[in-house]
């Protein structure tokens, strides 16, 4: 098992420097985030070990459950999956130094208040819905900068970019197309340079579309299946809406 994680890795890594130099951009530009949803503590010790350093979960329960086993491996953990607002205590007892799933004044709200009273402050990401699938959370696009606006007010919150999900889908252009839109409204933010707001990091891509990602400015990939292997369940039933399962 050890032997397949880490070949896995390193064949993503060979598929981010391609991908790179396709799109004539420094791989040094590409952050590699293991997305660790339905994976032990012990095999993502492995990627730990192996020098990866950035991880990410979908589900509180999850990051609460694997949070003591992995300490003893210095890491970074993000979380990227839909946050309800009765969490947010929680979430903050675990180290994670970037939320990249804000996608509503309310969230950012809650989050602001309990960072002030513990004296803290956290990086954020606003996720937009560039599929505008209704099964899809994240802010539609036309609202991104006015919600962005309103954040950038709390001082607790650090934006420091954006993330989607993108199409789930085999047709290449349909998911470039989102993340073109990405890179659209990021551009355009930058434009207004609205203070206490950093547009520099676009978390976008997966296992199956990283190249069309990087082609389009990603600067997180988040990979999870092409290193881990497949999990019981596909990435639809994660990232729906409706199931509440994240």
Not at 12 to 21: D, G, P
Not at 87 to 116: F, G, P, T
Not at 206 to 227: H, K, Y
Request: aromatic residues 4%; glycine residues 4%; charged residues 25%.
């Amino acid at each position: 098992m050890n032997a397949t994680i880490i070949d896995n890795i390193n064949a993503i890594l060979r598929r981010i420097e391609k991908a790179c130099e396709t799109s004539s951009r420094d791989p040094q530009e590409v952050k590699l985030l293991l997305a660790t949803k339905t994976v032990t503590a012990e095999r993502i010790k492995i990627a730990l070990q192996a020098g990866q350093t950035l991880i990410a979960e979908n589900k509180v329960q999850e990051l609460k459950e694997k949070y003591e086993d992995l300490q003893e491996i210095p890491h970074c953990s993000h979380f990227i999956g839909h946050l309800q607002t009765n969490k947010i205590k929680e979430i903050l007892r675990y180290n994670i130094s970037c939320v990249q799933s804000v996608d509503r004044l309310e969230l950012a709200q809650k989050l602001h208040q309990r960072l002030n009273s513990e004296n803290k402050s956290l990086d954020i990401l606003i996720q937009v819905n560039t599929s505008y699938e209704k099964s899809k959370y994240g802010v539609a696009p036309d609202q991104v900068i006015d919600l962005v606006r309103q954040i950038a007010t709390f001082s607790t919150l650090h934006i420091r970019g954006l993330m989607t999900i993108g199409l789930l889908s085999t047709e290449a252009e349909q998911i470039r197309k989102c993340f073109q839109l990405l890179k659209q409204i990021q551009q355009e933010i930058v434009e207004l340079d609205i203070p206490n707001v950093a547009m520099q990091e676009l978390s976008m891509g997966m296992s199956g579309d990283l190249d069309i990602a990087i082609a389009e400015g990603a600067t997180i990939v988040r990979v999870g299946t092409a290193i881990f292997g497949q999990r019981n369940t596909p990435d639809s039933y994660y990232w729906n809406e409706n199931k509440q399962l994240i």
